[in-house]
């Protein structure tokens, strides 16, 4: 079935860095448009980082640009969101999914946890 | 890029409807009919209900249905169930650089 799994959240220091990646099946990966989106613990959601299906093009939003990275390897049907320079204010489950216009596929989301 | 504006809840008796508004900006929900709409059940990932402002995903009971006028998106949900309890976020395509502007969240109860 169609499905995402994310995977490397955890604990890490302020200043810290983490890899989360994002394991796709089910579907034609190479074929989706990716994002990253994350939720704050009791707050809504917010669009983090959006890569083309060829990963040509790439956006990130205001509060993370400079400091993350996506990324994604078509072959291992893979996505991953390189996180430096970590802060408080990071701390959220962060979901990976596809689609354009609409997110179509979510992955269940890992806990992302920035503290000292 | 502000979030779109939904009312932190609402709520509505079994069988009866309501509707859930999303305000944004000549930016975004006004320029483009890209809203789409996403269920979220306590501590699980959000499902898509509504995309392109009024299409549901196959799957999505016809009970919920999505409008826009100008700037402003509405998701209606008729005869309510229990199990539509859940929150309810808004998203707006706001341009090539912005992929998806969201909604602060309404929580639905039903009473």
């Known amino acids: 079935q169609v499905q995402l799994v994310e995977s490397g959240g955890g604990l890490v220091k302020p200043g810290g860095s983490l890899r989360l990646s994002c394991a796709a099946s089910g579907f034609t990966f190479s074929d989706y448009y990716m994002s990253w989106i994350r939720q704050a613990p009791g707050k809504g959601l917010e669009w983090v980082s959006y890569i083309s299906s060829s990963g040509s093009t790439i956006y990130y939003a205001d509060s993370v640009k400079g400091r993350f990275t996506i990324s994604r390897d078509n072959a291992k049907n893979s996505l991953y969101l390189q996180m430096n320079s970590l802060r408080a204010e990071d701390t959220a489950v962060y979901y990976c999914a596809g689609g354009i216009g609409a997110f179509d596929i979510w992955g269940q989301g890992t806990m992302v946890t920035v503290s000292s | 890029q502000s979030a779109l504006t939904q009312p932190a809840s609402v709520s509505g008796s079994p069988g009866q409807s309501i509707t859930i508004s999303c305000t944004g900006t000549?930016?975004?929900?006004?320029?483009?009919?890209?809203v789409s709409w996403y269920q979220q059940h306590p501590g699980k990932a959000p499902k898509l209900m509504i995309y392109?402002?009024?299409k549901r995903p196959s799957g999505v009971s016809n009970r919920f249905s999505g409008s826009k006028s100008g700037n402003t998106a509405s998701l209606t949900i008729s005869g309510l169930q229990a199990e539509d309890e859940a929150d309810y976020y808004c998203?707006?395509?706001?341009?090539?650089?912005?992929?998806?502007?969201f909604g602060g969240g309404t929580k639905l109860t039903v009473l």
């Open positions: 998203c707006s395509y706001a341009g090539s650089s912005t992929l998806g502007v």
């Open positions: 000549s930016s975004d929900v006004g320029s483009y009919n890209l």
């Open positions: 392109e402002v009024s």
